[in-house]
């Protein structure tokens, strides 16, 4: 098998696995985005500094290699 074709079966693979795609998957991702901004609009959205996400990421990193 020539390294074009390992390349074509790497990215088929995953695809394969997916399944057939949903038809409301994106109308579902518009509606999310859709409320997720209306939370931020009304200041009711819970944020992060972006301090405060790598503090977040920092520690589920040591988190993980920890186990």
Known sequence: MGSNNYEELALELP???D?????D???A???????RGAEVDA???ETLTLDEFR???QARRAAR???
């Open 15 to 17: 695809r394969s696995l």
């Open 19 to 23: 399944g057939e795609p949903d038809p």
């Open 25 to 27: 998957a994106n109308a």
């Open 29 to 35: 991702w518009d509606a999310e985005l859709e409320r």
């Open 43 to 45: 200041g009711t959205a």
């Open 55 to 57: 503090a977040h990421v």
């Open 65 to 67: 290699a920890g186990r």
